[in-house]
C-alpha cells in the first residue's frame, strides 16, 4: 500500500511517498499551492495512495482544521472531503504534536516538551506519556500567551503574543515595521552592524528563553526539545537556552530538564 505523509507549514509543504520498497521526498512552496488542489493532483499522480497522513501547523479539532495562524485556510473539512471523494483514509494532527510524539519516541521519555521555532512558535506536550490536547486540541499553544504588545497583529488576531517576537513572521513582522530590507534572518539581525538590528534578535532570544521557562515550569519535563527551521539554522539558541533556563523557569524543574536539540531530520513527518 502506497502512503503519503505531508508536513505543511506557513512557508513550505513537505511530502513523503512510501511506496513498496522506496521513499520519495518533494518539497513545495505552500502559499503556491491549495493543500486539497495538492493532494488532488498528488492522488492523480500517483493512484497507488491508500491513506495520507497530514502533519498541519495548525489548530486540529476531531480531524477539522479550525484555525492556522500563518496559513490562510480555505477548506477546514479536509479530512472529510478528501476521504468522501477519494475513498482513501486521512489523519490530519497538529505538526508539532506529531513531532512530540516522534521526540518521546526518540528519547524513550513519557515527559517530553518539543519547542518548534519556524514560521510560528509551535509547541507540542507528552506528559505521563499521553499527547497533550485540551477540550478543543488546543493545548499547548505557548506562541499565543500574552507577552509584551507589539504595533502589529497576530495571525491569531491579538497583539502581544510571545511568537511576535520569538518566530520567522515576528523576525518579518519587526522588519517590515522598522523598514529593513532583506531576508527575515536571525543570524543576519544578530551580526548585524545596525542596532535595531541586533536588538531585534536579541528580543528573540529573550522572548524563545521565556517560551521554554515557562513550560518547563508548566510541565516539569525530563526533555526539552527544540527543533524548527531557526533552531537548525541557528545552534546557539540551544546553548542559550541550556545556559540560562535556570532565570526563566522555576529552579527546581530546570535544574532537572535536558535540553536538546532535535536529532530528528523530520520530525513531523
Ligand atoms: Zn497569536
Redesign the pocket.
Known amino acids: 500500500m502506497m502512503k503519503l505523509y505531508m508536513d505543511v507549514g506557513g512557508t513550505t509543504i513537505r511530502t513523503e511517498l512510501h511506496t513498496y520498497d522506496t521513499v520519495v521526498h518533494e518539497t513545495y512552496v505552500s502559499c503556491d499551492h491549495e493543500l486539497y488542489d495538492l493532494i488532488g493532483s498528488l492522488l492523480k499522480r500517483y493512484p497507488g495512495i491508500l491513506f495520507i497522513g497530514i502533519a498541519y501547523a495548525g489548530m486540529i479539532h476531531h480531524g477539522c482544521i479550525i484555525t492556522a ?1 500563518n496559513i490562510e485556510v480555505k477548506i477546514h473539512d479536509l479530512k472529510q472531503k478528501t476521504e468522501q471523494l477519494y475513498g482513501i483514509r486521512v489523519e490530519i494532527e497538529n505538526d508539532v504534536n506529531c513531532a512530540v510524539l516522534a521526540e518521546a519516541h526518540d528519547h524513550t521519555s513519557g515527559d517530553i516538551v518539543a519547542l518548534y521555532v519556524g514560521t510560528g512558535l509551535g509547541c507540542g506536550v507528552v506528559s505521563d506519556g499521553r499527547l497533550l490536547h485540551g477540550h478543543d486540541s488546543l493545548a499547548a499553544e505557548i ?2 500567551i500574552p507577552y509584551k504588545s507589539t504595533p502589529f497583529h ?5 497583539d502581544n ?1 510571545i ?2 517576537y520569538a518566530s520567522g513572521s515576528g523576525l518579518l513582522k519587526w522588519k517590515q515595521y522598522h523598514n529593513l530590507k532583506g531576508q527575515p534572518d536571525l543570524s543576519q539581525l544578530r551580526h548585524s552592524d545596525k542596532q535595531i538590528e541586533r536588538d531585534i534578535a536579541e528580543r528573540f532570544e529573550k522572548a524563545l528563553l521565556s517560551a521554554a521557562g515557562t513550560m518547563v515550569t508548566l510541565f516539569n519535563p525530563e526533555t526539552l526539545v527544540l527543533g524548527g527551521g531557526i533552531v537548525s539554522a541557528n545552534p546557539y539558541l540551544v546553548e542559550i537556552v541550556t545556559e540560562q533556563i535556570q532565570a526563566y523557569a522555576l529552579p527546581e524543574a530546570a535544574k532537572r530538564v535536558t535540553v536538546v536539540q532535535t536529532r530528528l531530520k523530520d520530525a513531523p513527518l
Open positions: 495562524p506562541g499565543h497576530c495571525g491569531c488576531g491579538k503574543c511568537e511576535l
